[in-house]
């Protein structure tokens, strides 16, 4: 084994065991450490395989901004904090549906023949991957930005509801 | 190819050490410097009292942080409790591994780069690294079951989320004229004229937002001592309050290393030596920093926020557009 | 002023001169004297009314001033002043001893306005620390000074109608005594 994919299955390793982790603490906070746990290694994974561009961007999107946003809405709720791992019964049901769709997907790549050939070990430059992802993606991407901020306006609309407009109306600022 | 091996982990150990030497040694005179120098806005010596013009101070002020007892409040989550601190300085120190000093040197026929990781994602390594910072100051806000620490600390990491947005887009000019998200690239790319001198809205959005990404004044909103006591390191004392501050300045520090290189043309410069001329551009924000923080208020909570969403991002996003179309024309 | 709706142009102007204004107003403090008194280098000079430490005169003629009234003691708000009065040999009145506890004393001063011999003052001396409380626990013979502290020329038995050392009449603004058994005017 070389020594990257060493640290490959490192990596991977305590993705998985902070996953489990992450499924099962019933303190939403360690949840989330436990998260953002995952989020590094995969992070550090990507970067293992060659990939360091989207590497760093899993860290900066979901470890920096999206689980903060968690961590943000977990500290405002304040909700009462339980201790240790939840019952086993708890999660029976969407335990059999992950495994459920493990056992797909491994099907679904045993089906497909080019699966079985090893990759070459891949070199994704961040000027690479904006190539390809404005170049060849541009409309896929333009229609996911399109598609959020659909999503956005959305929420901003129903979350400020009659209430919210005779607050803005009286002089009231929206933080 | 061990020879090569050993000599290379060597050399990556003494850069590593120098680098950690710097960023701390820089880190406790900032405090010194800091208080020297708002104490003379002030129209006050600072401290003078610690060896010749307080020079010993720093060192005074960690002894005494060391010998101090380290209180672990009743009722807080230990574990998180205890490592908080540690990911606040942690993450500003790592930072300092992706910092370029120099060009690459040649030592007895081996290629030295004065850098300790040189990686093509450099830029976005350094968001990376100053977005997890936040989670040493939320979750030490969290479990510290201190409704002031609680209030620091959600204003922490909704302060943190909102000016990472408009850091991020500020650089983007910086990137379009380097073509490159290496940090060395980005220096070479300045062997001309400095980015703040190209890019000037780059260069005040990106001071603006950094301002709000240290935590200084006038966007201290998460420790407002005014309002929140001491925000999120209220519960904490000795060293483990000690390593926040490590943190803060060493962030001091690095904000001013990262502006050399991004806009002042890190090490290029006439006439003195490479390294003296980083040194004064890295020691040149701090003190513009403790500047601002004697001469600006802190911000309302709300000001902050639109300041942020309504002001900083619509402008770097409008500065990014201008920035590509004087590319294209040019 | 506030009311009136400003353009964009003219906040952005009215914003930016409020930043310099403000950073020029610190610069220029950058270069002025701090006002900073280093204290044990520097002593700055207190005012001769200041309220420190507690002292017994002497009256010009080296003689305690003190009487031993009990009039500091009975003003005292904190009972910090205590003593034991006695007559000397040419019968004056003085303290057998005088004990002021300046680990209580709150230097309000109460005990020199009523002192009427002027021999209890109050000296601008206010830094005087000790390692061990007992030892703020002042006695006579650390009160008294040589000299009249505030009022140096003041002496109570050159004024008093008493005769204690002195004879009648030889005080000052004193009449000679009236001999009231003699009929000439």
Same mark, same amino acid.
């Given at each position: 084994m070389t020594p990257l994919g060493a640290l490959f299955y490192l990596f991977a390793a305590l993705g998985l065991g902070a996953a489990v982790l992450t499924a099962t603490r019933r303190n939403p906070v360690h949840a989330v450490c436990c998260a953002v746990a995952v989020f590094l290694s995969v992070g550090a994974m990507l970067a293992v395989l060659g990939a360091p561009l989207p590497g760093v961007l899993t860290v900066v999107v979901y470890a920096g901004a999206i689980m903060v946003l968690f961590l943000f809405v977990i500290m405002l709720l304040g909700l009462p904090a339980g201790d240790g791992a939840l019952p086993p019964g708890r999660f029976l049901v969407p335990a059999t549906l992950a495994a459920a769709t493990l056992v797909a997907l491994f099907a679904l790549i045993g089906a497909d023949p080019t699966a079985k050939t090893v990759l070459p070990a891949a070199m994704a430059g961040p000027a690479a991957v904006g190539t390809i992802l404005f170049d060849k993606y541009w409309l896929a991407v333009e229609a996911v930005s399109i598609l959020l901020f659909a999503a956005l306006a959305a929420v901003m609309l129903l979350g400020r509801g009659k209430t919210g407009r005779k607050i803005a109306a009286a002089g009231g600022r929206a933080a | 190819m061990t020879v090569e091996l050993l000599i290379g982990a060597g050399v990556m150990l003494v850069k590593m050490a120098v680098a950690l030497a710097v960023a701390l040694g820089l880190a406790a005179y900032m405090i010194l410097l800091e208080r020297k120098l708002l104490g003379r806005f002030q129209v006050r010596y600072g401290p003078n009292r610690v060896g010749y013009f307080g020079l010993l101070q720093p060192l005074a002020d960690g002894l005494k942080m060391l010998l101090k007892e380290d209180i672990i409040p009743d009722g807080v989550d230990r574990r998180i409790f205890l490592v908080a601190p540690a990911v606040v300085a942690g993450m500003a120190l790592l930072a300092f591994m992706l910092v370029p000093f120099g060009e690459t040197l040649t030592i007895l026929g081996h290629a030295v780069p004065q850098v300790i990781v040189r990686t093509n994602v450099g830029l976005l390594l350094v968001l990376a690294l100053s977005s997890l910072a936040v989670y040493g100051l939320a979750l030490g806000a969290w479990t510290s079951d201190n409704k002031y620490s609680l209030l620091g600390g959600i204003r922490g990491a909704a302060q943190m989320i909102s000016y990472e947005l408009a850091l991020g887009l500020s650089l983007v000019p910086v990137v379009m004229r380097a073509r490159s998200l290496d940090l060395s690239d980005i220096v070479a790319a300045q062997s001309g004229l400095p980015f703040a001198v190209t890019e000037p809205f780059a260069f005040i959005l990106f001071i603006i937002a950094a301002l709000a990404e240290t935590k200084r004044i006038p966007f201290d909103l998460p420790e407002a001592e005014n309002e929140l006591?001491?925000?999120?390191?209220?519960?904490y004392s000795g060293m483990r309050f000690a390593l926040f501050f490590v943190g803060e300045y060493v962030n001091m520090v690095l904000l001013g290393a990262l502006i050399a290189v991004f806009f002042l043309g890190g090490w290029h410069g006439p006439v003195l030596p490479p390294i003296v001329w980083l040194g004064i551009k890295v020691l040149a924000v701090p003190v513009f920093l403790i500047w601002t923080r004697a001469s600006l208020p802190r911000l309302r909570y709300d000001q902050l926020m639109a300041l942020g969403w309504k002001v900083l991002v619509p402008l770097a996003l409008v500065n990014v557009l201008v920035t590509g179309a004087i590319l294209v024309a040019a | 002023m506030a009311d009136e709706k400003q353009s964009l142009f003219g906040a952005v102007i009215e914003g930016a001169a409020g930043l310099a204004g403000s950073y020029a107003a610190t610069l220029t403090h950058l270069f002025r004297k701090p006002v900073t008194e280093q204290y044990p280098e520097y002593k700055r000079p207190m005012p001769t009314r200041t309220r420190g430490r507690i002292i017994l005169t002497r009256s010009p003629d080296g003689n305690e001033r003190c009487v031993a009234c009990y009039l500091c003691s009975g003003a005292c708000p904190v009972n910090c002043i205590s003593m034991q009065s006695e007559e000397g040999e040419n019968g004056r009145r003085q303290a057998a001893w005088f004990r002021i506890n300046f680990a209580r /004393?709150?230097? /309000?001063g109460l005990c020199e306005e009523a002192c009427p011999t002027l021999a209890l003052q109050l000296t601008p001396e206010f830094a005087f620390c000790k390692d061990d409380i007992a030892d703020f626990v002042y006695e006579k013979e650390q009160l008294l000074v040589d000299h009249g502290g505030k009022h140096p020329d003041y002496d109570f038995y050159a004024h008093a109608g008493i005769a204690a050392g002195t004879p009648k009449?030889?005080?000052?603004?004193e009449d000679e005594p009236v001999d009231v058994k003699s009929i000439m005017p």
């Open positions: - | 006591q001491a925000g999120f390191h209220t519960e | /004393c709150i230097y /309000c009449g030889s005080h000052i603004d």
